[in-house]
């Protein structure tokens, strides 16, 4: 069986996230999506909200499953049996930072392979990140994150910004 691991910190999943997710599970026997708990991030959506939006999202897709992992990501990939990283590419600046990680990756653990993928060109510009600063204006996302979860997304996006404000 070919397993695929597409691992990212998801926070909020976007188009660009489901238009890899879409194609590349198309390669693969299995894809597994994996929800990265990262100590340097503090997310706006928890880790249990993120796995949650992306089922949500991916439920159309059989041979998907999503799991959250936290510590090293080559780790999490001989636990899964899985052999290939798939990394979606936006522009030339996501490839060095991916192809450093890919070769750290590689001497972690030589059997284990990457593969990039370039986003669709409509989904160039998207990131998660540009999806919080529309949100925390009050801008409409509904065409920058999946439909099905475009309402949960602002809703929490509001809140967060709403108390940040609050706050100040």
Do not use: W
Request: proline share 4%; aromatic share 8%; hydrophobic share 40%.
């Amino acid at each position: 069986m070919k397993i695929g691991v597409y691992p990212g910190s998801f926070d909020p999943v976007t188009n660009g996230h489901l238009d890899i997710i879409e194609r590349a599970s198309k390669i693969f026997d299995k894809l597994i999506v994996a929800v990265l708990v990262n100590p340097n991030k503090t997310p706006v959506f928890d880790i249990e909200e993120r796995v949650e939006l992306l089922k949500e999202t991916t439920e159309h897709l059989p041979n998907v499953e999503v799991k959250a992992f936290k510590g090293l990501l080559i780790d999490f990939m001989k636990q899964e049996n899985a052999k290939v990283i798939v990394k979606g590419l936006r522009a030339v600046s996501d490839f060095e930072y991916e192809f450093q990680m890919a070769l750290l990756n590689k001497k972690l653990e030589p059997s284990i392979e990457t593969i990039f993928m370039m986003t669709n060109s409509k989904y160039s510009y998207l990131s998660s990140s540009m999806v919080k600063e529309v949100a925390r204006f009050g801008g409409c996302i509904e065409d920058l994150v999946p439909e099905k979860i475009a309402k949960k997304v602002m809703k929490k996006l509001n809140k967060k910004y709403a108390e940040t404000e609050e706050n100040k």
